[in-house]
């Protein structure tokens, strides 16, 4: 009986569990669902605006300034006309395009610093006793050679600051400085300084003057002229024709690397020479050609010089300043013996200023040097 109803309880926990077992829901397997990449939309090419035309001068420019009205009656309402200075036309940063009409009573015309771009006859026509025209900082690529047909006493004309390719042609005899500095000028064409023998200023500095662009007798006829500025071009010789009467001539910044021998022969009052920042060399420059007794002040900086050249007892100035000098004898340079008794001044060398520094030199400087040049003030190393 009791093995019957052990069977019989074994027999429905089985049924049970297999109950229990077929009521577990079926775990279905994932379905692999195909993936879809969209393609990035791209935006649609929108119509391209027509580029409007750029803005031509002068219409980018500021409007002109217009003073107050004046009490005289011929004065541009784009300039200033003072009581105190009843001969001056005062026009500068106006912001003015064309030269206006100019008074008879003006003398004196500043100009500057405007948008002026050409210079035309007309607006001298009464002006004729005009001495003084500071154009300066203007964007003035010709002058018409009538301007100073109607402007025949004209003493000064400053053109520094503009767009000219070549010196102006038609310049009136009576002008005594002439500055055109920082303009394109490649060439000075013949004749352009003809019956100029009043002129005592050159400037033509920061241009784009080569060797061709000046001929051997440019600068003949200049016979009062005293001070000649070429630095900042492109030259690769020494000008030719220098007037015999200059007292000032400046060569900085060019390619300069030869100095004839007698390049300074016959310039008697020459004081001053600034040959900074070019190519010359031992080499290049000859022993004595600096050997000058009106000469005060000689800038020889940024060469490549090895050695000290020879001068004149009354020089007062020397840049040397980097060169390539590695020792520096004051025997060698002195331009008198030291054996010569310097209590007469008139011996003694002027040399006050000596700058050295840039070069292969360690200090001190040689107790002859100081024997020499007993006046030397400063000696830069």
């Not at 077992?21 to 929108?46: F, H, L, M």
């Not at 940063?93 to 006859?121: D, F, G, K, M, W």
């Not at 500055?179 to 200023?201: D, E, H, W």
């Not at 900085?252 to 190519?279: C, E, M, T, W």
């Amino acid at each position: 009986m009791k093995a019957g109803a052990g069977l019989l309880s074994a027999l429905a926990l089985f049924l049970l569990m297999e109950a229990v077992v077929t009521e577990r829901p079926r775990q279905r397997k994932p379905t692999k669902q195909p993936t879809t990449r969209r393609k990035p939309s791209i935006p649609k090419p929108t119509a391209a605006r027509p580029a409007g035309p750029e803005p031509k001068e002068p219409t980018d420019f500021p409007p002109p300034i217009l003073g107050p009205p004046s009490i005289y009656p011929d004065c541009p309402r784009e300039c200033l006309c003072s009581p105190s200075y009843p001969n001056s036309l005062n026009c500068e940063n106006r912001n003015i395009r064309a030269i206006p009409l100019i008074p008879s009573r003006a003398h004196y015309l500043y100009l500057q610093n405007n948008y002026i771009s050409e210079v035309t006859a007309e607006p001298f026509v009464n002006a004729t006793d005009v001495r003084w025209i500071n154009l300066a900082n203007n964007r003035i690529h010709r002058i018409d050679k009538q301007v100073f047909e109607k402007i025949p006493l004209l003493l000064y004309l400053y053109v520094q600051r503009n767009q000219l390719k070549e010196v102006p042609s038609g310049l009136p005899t009576t002008l005594e400085q002439l500055r055109l500095s920082r303009n394109l000028i490649s060439k000075v064409p013949a004749g352009a300084f003809k019956k100029l023998g009043n002129l005592t200023l050159l400037d033509l500095y920061h241009n784009q003057l080569s060797d061709s662009g000046l001929g051997k007798n440019t600068f003949k006829d200049l016979t009062n002229l005293m001070q000649l500025n070429l630095a900042h071009n492109v030259l690769k010789k020494m000008p030719n024709g220098i007037p015999r009467g200059l007292i000032q001539l400046f060569l900085d910044k060019n390619h300069i690397d030869d100095i004839p021998k007698d390049y300074f022969k016959g310039l008697s009052h020459l004081a001053f020479v600034r040959l900074n920042y070019n190519q010359l060399s031992d080499k290049s420059v000859p022993k004595a050609v600096f050997n000058i007794s009106t000469l005060l002040d000689l800038q020889l900086a940024h060469n490549q010089l090895s050695s000290v050249p020879l001068f004149n007892g009354h020089l007062e100035h020397l840049h040397l300043n980097h060169n390539g000098i590695e020792s520096i004898n004051g025997t060698q340079i002195c331009p008198y013996s030291l054996e010569v008794d310097f209590s007469d001044d008139s011996l003694m060398p002027r040399l006050r200023y000596l700058r050295l520094d840039g070069n292969h030199l360690s200090p001190p400087i040689p107790q002859d040097v100081f024997m020499c040049f007993r006046l030397l003030h400063a000696v830069v190393i």
